[in-house]
């Protein structure tokens, strides 16, 4: 088992998931749109968001912040087309 960000156990080795973590660098309305478009990936069908923090600042910079978050990528996605 391997732990996520925020500590809770997932496995996902031998499968064709595949799980990423991310760490979002930007203005809060930026990470905010980032988070929206995880959700709307995430109802398509082609992830799982794991975790999504809350926006931390960064040191030395008032203008930009931080989130991390775990997502599943899956390994197929259906075409629309």
Avoid: W
């Amino acid at each position: 088992m391997r732990k996520t960000a925020t500590g809770a156990e997932i496995d996902y080795i031998g499968t064709e998931k595949s799980k990423v973590k991310v760490r979002a660098q930007s203005t809060p309305t930026e990470i905010d749109n980032f988070h929206r478009l995880l959700e709307k990936c995430q109802e398509l069908g082609m992830c799982e968001v794991i975790n999504f923090s809350k926006i931390l600042p960064n040191k030395g910079t008032s203008r930009y912040y931080r989130a991390y978050c775990d997502i599943v990528v899956n390994g197929e996605v259906a075409d629309n087309e």
